[in-house]
């Protein structure tokens, strides 16, 4: 599992792979995700996590460049309902200025909970850096029907073998 934790006074943030399952009648699906949760550090600690698709981690990645070099805010927003109940969890990249000085931060709240994680520029970046790398790694899906039949075996049996070849090439002088 690739992860990173990047820590501030009083929180922090950490950027991981994770795997989505799902079932449905008999049948499973697991998928790659990047996981994003940030928390408090002392007695009354506290975190809130955020699970992106790939794309959306590749996102955080143009999110992190733009609000490094612009001034502003960037987010994402995810809303789903569980158990009948709506839930809103919002990750934000921003910029900020008060009283002469400015830095940068990584929010992630969900409903009432929010946890603001100030970071330098260079962590910025390199969060969304890690990002961009886990979006790519994380593009996987696995699908297992109510047989145990898998997409695994269904590639076996359906592409066929790849047959290489080697070329002369001629290289200029």
Request: proline fraction near 2%; aromatic fraction near 6%.
């Amino acid at each position: 599992m690739k992860t990173i934790t990047l820590y501030s006074k009083k929180a922090g943030i950490q950027v991981t792979t994770a795997t989505k399952q799902s079932e449905k009648n008999g049948a499973s699906q697991k998928e790659g995700r990047i996981a994003i949760r940030a928390f408090t550090l002392g007695e009354n600690s506290n975190s809130v996590t955020m699970m992106l698709n790939p794309a959306e981690g590749f996102k955080v990645s143009r999110m992190a460049a733009s609000v490094a070099s612009q001034s502003g805010s960037r987010k994402i927003t995810h809303k789903f309902t569980k158990d009948g109940k709506e839930t809103t969890s919002i990750l934000k990249l921003e910029k900020w200025e008060r009283n002469g000085k400015s830095g940068f931060a990584i929010c992630v709240s969900r409903d009432d909970t929010s946890i603001n994680v100030p970071l330098d520029v260079d962590n910025l970046l390199y969060v969304g850096e890690f990002c961009r790398s886990l979006s790519t790694e994380q593009a996987w899906q696995q699908y297992k029907s109510g047989d145990e039949t898998s997409t695994e075996e269904y590639a076996e049996e359906e592409v066929p073998e790849t047959v290489h070849e080697e070329e002369d090439v001629e290289v200029p002088a």
